[in-house]
């Protein structure tokens, strides 16, 4: 236990018509500031997670926290990109600055402003995180990859569609309970299975309730040295993390193997000491039905092909044994790129210390973060625990 969470601030996820980034950032900058009983001049340095892409004109936003909080000038600021893991990759980041001894207390900001471009553009810049050579340029889109992936499972597992409709309304039933989510509307599963007017097919077979949101959005923690924890109010430690990279590619590896996923898990799992079923929840990163699916087998809490069994025993839903996604996931929650792997970490912390809300889970002790940049190219995965 080397460096733990002490404050945290998220915003509505959505179409946010009236915030710009520079909104969104100050906005969780001053919230998870106050949250931490922190003044500016404390923090040490700031990471921020964020896309970008093209989705805003601003390239150089690693600045932009400091606009919520003029004492927070002269802190060395940095921006990481990573696709969807951005955000995991700005707070592993100023977490290995603090084990280094270069930082005690660090803020950490996730933010995207993706609804200010046509959905046309969102679609070509998110292609553009794929290996462009052989898979944007060749007019392939992530729903497209992920498209391909579910056709791909389905013909060596069975027609799963039924189940991806189940994660889905999964999801969309947890989403009602998180006040920041995009989509707070259980739509249950008939609706979900059907191929409707309202439910297109977007990449067969993955329908419109199978993909994640275009959203807006930002989530900020602050992470300090493990010695000071003791002078916050809580503490929720990372008590491991693990960044695995695959090629970029599908061409180089078996998309159903989900390999760089498996071994972020496995290794993290390690590094805490514990098995899957040691944890009492996790959140994983759904940007398509599919991708949950294969979570639950990467996890270890199935065979591969065999990732139905666990929502037909309920395992994960919210209130079995290990519920996935109690949050909504990105699937009800948003996905707005930059700030996912820092909203994740902040609902996990709120879970631990059992500040959740309505989405609070029955007395959680370790819960699980899986933050996901492309096709399982870069995987993140934390294990968190509460200290105080």
Not at 21 to 40: F, H, M, P, S, W
Not at 92 to 106: K, P, S
Not at 187 to 196: A, D, K, T, Y
């Amino acid at each position: 236990m080397a460096v733990c969470i002490v404050g945290w601030a998220h915003s509505k996820f959505g179409r946010l018509d009236g915030l710009d980034l520079e909104q969104l950032i100050g906005g969780v900058t001053q919230g998870a500031l106050a949250d931490a009983g922190l003044g500016g001049a404390e923090v040490d340095g700031i990471w921020l997670g964020q896309l970008n892409g093209g989705f805003v004109p601003e390239i150089f936003a690693s600045s932009l926290p400091m606009q919520a909080n003029a004492a927070l000038r002269w802190a060395p600021a940095t921006r990481l990109e990573n696709a969807c893991a951005s955000g995991a990759a700005a707070l592993y980041a100023a977490a290995d600055a603090i084990e280094a001894g270069r930082a005690r207390i660090a803020l950490v900001v996730g933010a995207e402003k993706m609804t200010a471009v046509s959905g046309a553009e969102v679609t070509r810049i998110l292609g553009n995180a794929s290996y462009v050579p052989e898979e944007a340029s060749q007019g392939l889109s992530f729903p497209g990859i992920f498209g391909r992936i579910a056709q791909a499972y389905f013909e060596r597992h069975g027609d799963h569609g039924a189940v991806l409709a189940r994660i889905a309304a999964k999801n969309h039933a947890n989403g009602v309970r998180n006040p920041w989510a995009q989509m707070r509307k259980d739509l249950g599963f008939e609706f979900c299975n059907e191929v409707s007017e309202r439910n297109p097919l977007i990449a067969a077979p993955l329908r419109k309730t199978d993909c994640s949101l275009v959203s807006d959005g930002a989530a900020a923690l602050i992470l300090v040295d493990a010695s000071l924890a003791h002078q916050f109010r809580r503490a929720v430690a990372l008590r491991s993390r693990v960044q695995v990279n695959d090629f970029l590619p599908l061409s180089r590896r078996d998309p159903l193997a989900f390999e760089g996923p498996r071994r972020a898990w496995a290794q993290a799992l390690q590094q805490a000491g514990i098995g899957v079923r040691d944890l009492s929840f996790a959140e994983v990163h759904d940007c398509f039905t599919i991708a949950e699916l294969l979570s639950y087998e990467a996890m270890g809490l199935a065979p591969p092909g065999q990732g139905a069994r666990v929502l037909e025993q309920g395992l994960v839903m919210a209130d079995g044994a290990l519920p996935v996604n109690a949050s909504g996931g990105l699937k009800a929650k948003g996905h707005p790129i930059g700030a996912t792997g820092v909203s994740m970490h902040v609902l996990a912390a709120m879970q631990l210390v059992g500040e959740a809300g309505e989405m609070q889970l029955p007395q959680p002790r370790l819960g699980g973060v899986f933050n996901m940049g492309g096709s399982a190219v870069a995987n993140y995965v934390s294990v968190l625990e509460r200290v105080q």
